[in-house]
């Protein structure tokens, strides 16, 4: 099976696309407007760039009557955006989030978590969440979509600050990412958690490399 995406119909009910690229991990950001009004909001199109210094990505398609997602739009005015993990005992609030609500609406509130301060940031974060990036925005680049709804804003930002709860710290230093439970997306409707882990070592990696892998303090 194969099909031109741009020219065939997809011979699938469902788009193989949206599952093949998996499994995703969800950037569940928070934001707040000019007006003083958080936002949350999940997005599967979330990623890391490199980590000295430590960037993100994330990709917000449009609404479908054109207008640009609230948490683009808040990072831009702002200079702010905020990551929180998403994890398998948040999945019912992460899903509420995922609501399109009118940008005066307390998603915090819709999705009933707790707002914790930032210390950079101007907005909040997810109190329930174990681990979180305060992220200063640096630049949107905008693709065209084939509709209102396919354009897409690709925001990219540096992480100035890192929370980690203590709770889900290894007594080796790592996060113990099995009793995390991070969300990730699979497409469609279909979402995983992360229970199960096993380690790889690269062969030959050592010095700066090995030290890159493991992401180890300077």
């Not at 934001?31 to 909001?41: C, M």
């Not at 680049?141 to 690709?154: A, M, Y």
């Not at 030959?204 to 493991?214: C, D, I, K, N, V």
């Amino acid at each position: 099976m194969h099909y031109a995406p741009a020219s065939e119909p997809c011979p699938l009910p469902f788009s193989p696309f949206k599952s093949c690229t998996v499994p995703r991990p969800i950037g569940w950001l928070s934001t707040v407007s000019t007006d003083g009004v958080p936002n949350l909001a999940p997005y599967s199109q979330w990623q890391n760039l490199t980590f000295d210094p430590p960037m993100v990505m994330f990709a917000a398609n449009q609404l479908s009557d054109g207008r640009r997602k609230d948490t683009v739009v808040n990072a831009e005015q702002t200079g702010w955006f905020v990551w929180n993990m998403a994890t398998y005992d948040l999945r019912e609030a992460v899903n509420i989030t995922a609501m399109e609500l009118p940008c005066e609406v307390d998603e915090f509130e819709r999705a009933g978590v707790t707002k914790a301060p930032c210390i950079d940031a101007p907005g909040p974060r997810v109190a329930e969440s174990p681990a979180h990036f305060e992220c200063r925005y640096l630049s949107t680049h905008r693709l065209q979509g084939n509709s209102n709804h396919g354009w897409v804003d690709v925001v990219y930002g540096e992480v100035v600050r890192i929370h980690v709860d203590d709770a889900v710290v290894t007594p080796e230093g790592k996060l113990d990412i099995p009793r995390i439970r991070p969300l990730a997306r699979l497409g469609y409707y279909d979402y995983t958690s992360v229970t199960e882990v096993f380690e790889m070592r690269v062969p030959g990696a050592s010095g700066a490399a090995a030290a890159g892998l493991e992401g180890r303090s300077r």
